[in-house]
């Protein structure tokens, strides 16, 4: 069962448990374009506490470089160091961890930040930005010139999505042996702000239904994410919490990568889904209305 | 066990059994743009002997009326009325078995042919070819004036797949209660003449994965198309037989349609996929290597 936070006393001890603070952004820290109520007061105090502070994205159509424009315009102190998106992530996990050859390249489904975060790791693409690839329209395999140095291909939230992409990606993973496949995260959806439209996984699951075949995904709640944080900061797992708004992506990532958990009610999950005879099986550890509830650890 | 056809007796007695006769075209009567060898004399044959010839098609692109202009350009005699495909039976379905009424609109993604049958049926539509939503690029929710009389948002293979086209079917999908998800076939690929491509089950897979929910499926093997012919031409299932090259979806159609099946193997299946520890479950009723085969019952 979760422990509900509600006096000083839970907030101080929280605050004092955890040295490593991972935030979810959306739902958490803001909503779309409108700050939640004390979330700068509580990264503040945490800062003057010493913690160390991550912020852990899906968002994948940003670098974390333009990501972090994002912070500045809502006034909140961030260094790109502490941005973790999947953008970046899938970028480290196929320069660091497939270890991708100098000579081969990466197809990209997927967006300038993605394409930034491959680039940033020493990685030639093909398609994403490329205009070539980004005109509504048939695609003719008689005049398409096949590349077999493309190695894997990389696919994230695209809405310059393409009949053209699907088929050269389809190309690359059925006729270059091994070629990866790989995806940034496997949202159904995400927020918009003012609505809820497809997200990174709706995207890529046209080649998952014409390949039959699963992705190697990255995003939370994937500990290929927290493999990637790891490796960078290096932090202590029974010192570490997740916080977020989602059960089955930021609470399910804590618990996958040996982290505590502590959901806030300001993003998609709602107490009902919590409580009751339909609860999610995902069960955080702290739950709190908001994350500007930690001002009381001040 | 299928009943390897071989002997001109053979055939003699397969087309004394059969009244109507169901044919897949691409893989069965030609492949791409080259006739199978034999395919014209056969079809000559059994309409001599009073056959009834359905040609039954999951492709959704084009219309009955676009699909026998490859039947002109090919040579085969072939009447409007014998050609069922999917984008026709998608309408039908629509139109008679969903009742949509008249004041009720259809949201499509998908080309000019499943317009086309959607429009025969007196159904109004939008999306589809609508130049506004072929357009690669992001999608602003909040430049989006949504419609709530559309009551079906149907989809097939669309080679001018957008973002906008997912988001606005999406946005039916999820704000009109009772909006229906029909698409018309759910096939990962399709062979594309010079090699394999993403198929209409693929194009449709993002709206699947996004709302957690499967579709209504017309095309093969789902019994919806089989019922749409049923309608159409009232055939005695017992004296009718399915050919194709695809046990997944030919030879499964027909049997869940309760008719007699004959597998060619001019197509995707091959000896190997029928015979050995890994064959297939789906046993059809007959086998042979070629629709021209059945020459020798003349």
Redesign the interface.
């Given at each position: 069962m979760s422990k509900r936070l509600a006096s000083t006393q839970d907030y101080s001890a929280l605050v004092d448990a955890f040295d490593t603070w991972l935030f979810d952004c959306d739902g958490v820290i803001w909503h779309g374009d409108r700050l939640i109520d004390g979330a700068i007061d509580v990264l503040n105090l945490l800062r003057q506490k010493q913690k160390h502070i991550i912020f852990v994205t899906n968002n994948a159509t940003k670098s974390r470089r333009s990501y972090k424009s994002k912070f500045d315009k809502l006034g909140v102190q961030a260094d790109v160091n502490e941005i973790f998106g999947s953008a970046y992530a899938a970028a480290v996990y196929v320069s660091s961890v497939m270890k991708l050859p100098k000579d081969k390249k990466v197809y990209v489904i997927g967006e300038a930040g993605l394409e930034e975060e491959l680039h940033d790791e020493g990685i030639t693409t093909l398609g994403g930005t490329d205009p070539a690839d980004?005109?509504?329209?048939?695609?003719s395999?008689?005049k398409y010139e096949h590349d077999p140095s493309v190695a894997a291909v990389v696919c994230g939230l695209?809405?310059?999505?393409?009949?053209t992409k699907?088929?050269k990606a389809?190309?690359h993973l059925?006729r270059n042996p091994g070629c990866a496949f790989v995806v940034t995260n496997e949202d159904?959806?995400y927020p918009?702000?003012?609505?809820?439209?497809?997200?990174g996984?709706?995207?890529s699951?046209?080649?998952?239904?014409?390949?039959?075949r699963d992705p190697i995904a990255i995003g939370k709640p994937n500990k290929t994410m927290l493999d990637t944080i790891q490796a960078k900061h290096h932090f202590d797992p029974k010192r570490t919490i997740m916080v977020g708004d989602r059960l089955d992506t930021d609470i399910l990532f804590g618990q996958l990568g040996g982290v505590s958990t502590l959901l806030v009610l300001t993003g998609v999950t709602l107490e009902g889904d919590i409580t009751g005879p339909d609860a999610s099986p995902v069960i955080p550890d702290y739950v709190t209305p908001s994350i500007g509830d930690l001002r009381q650890a001040a």
């Amino acid at each position: 069962m979760s422990k509900r936070l509600a006096s000083t006393q839970d907030y101080s001890a929280l605050v004092d448990a955890f040295d490593t603070w991972l935030f979810d952004c959306d739902g958490v820290i803001w909503h779309g374009d409108r700050l939640i109520d004390g979330a700068i007061d509580v990264l503040n105090l945490l800062r003057q506490k010493q913690k160390h502070i991550i912020f852990v994205t899906n968002n994948a159509t940003k670098s974390r470089r333009s990501y972090k424009s994002k912070f500045d315009k809502l006034g909140v102190q961030a260094d790109v160091n502490e941005i973790f998106g999947s953008a970046y992530a899938a970028a480290v996990y196929v320069s660091s961890v497939m270890k991708l050859p100098k000579d081969k390249k990466v197809y990209v489904i997927g967006e300038a930040g993605l394409e930034e975060e491959l680039h940033d790791e020493g990685i030639t693409t093909l398609g994403g930005t490329d205009p070539a690839d980004n005109v509504a329209g048939p695609f003719s395999l008689s005049k398409y010139e096949h590349d077999p140095s493309v190695a894997a291909v990389v696919c994230g939230l695209d809405t310059s999505i393409t009949y053209t992409k699907y088929c050269k990606a389809y190309q690359h993973l059925t006729r270059n042996p091994g070629c990866a496949f790989v995806v940034t995260n496997e949202d159904g959806t995400y927020p918009a702000g003012d609505g809820i439209l497809p997200g990174g996984g709706a995207v890529s699951s046209p080649l998952r239904y014409a390949l039959k075949r699963d992705p190697i995904a990255i995003g939370k709640p994937n500990k290929t994410m927290l493999d990637t944080i790891q490796a960078k900061h290096h932090f202590d797992p029974k010192r570490t919490i997740m916080v977020g708004d989602r059960l089955d992506t930021d609470i399910l990532f804590g618990q996958l990568g040996g982290v505590s958990t502590l959901l806030v009610l300001t993003g998609v999950t709602l107490e009902g889904d919590i409580t009751g005879p339909d609860a999610s099986p995902v069960i955080p550890d702290y739950v709190t209305p908001s994350i500007g509830d930690l001002r009381q650890a001040a």
